[in-house]
Nanobody, 117 residues
Framework: QVQLAESGGGLVQPGGSLRLSCVGS????????MRWFRQAPGKERELVAS????????NYTASVTGRFTISRNNAKRTVYLQMNNLKTEDTAVYYC??????????WGQGTQVTVSS
């Protein structure tokens, strides 16, 4: 059974950092573009960052540009989201997504990130 498992969430003070990880099992992540989404209470899920299959192209939503970095290690079947200078508005559940143009998407179960003093 294909699974994506996120980890690395937690409670951090404003200005702090966290690194999220997403590990794929039974899934060849090399052929999937990978994305991080987040969903705050009462809000719609939003795309935060994406990375191409080879890691050569990345994109970010405006609110995290310059603070977040998405990367991937295909040999380890892992995608990362380095989050620096965190703000209270970054508080949300963060989800990993594997997207393929010809196959179904896969989602992780989510990891909670809380930014609070």
């Amino acid at each position: 059974q294909v699974q994506l498992a996120e980890s690395g969430g937690g409670l951090v003070q404003p200005g702090g950092s966290l690194r999220l990880s997403c590990v794929g099992s039974s899934l060849n992540l090399m052929s999937y573009a990978m994305r991080w989404f987040r969903q705050a209470p009462g809000k719609e899920r939003e795309l935060v960052a994406s990375i191409s299959t080879d890691g050569g192209s990345t994109n970010y939503t405006a609110s995290v540009t310059g603070r977040f970095t998405i990367s991937r290690n295909n040999a380890k079947r892992t995608v990362y989201l380095q989050m620096n200078n965190l703000k209270t508005e970054d508080t949300a559940v963060y989800y990993c997504n594997a997207a393929h143009s010809l196959k179904r998407d896969y989602w992780g179960q989510g990891t909670q990130v809380t930014v609070s003093s």
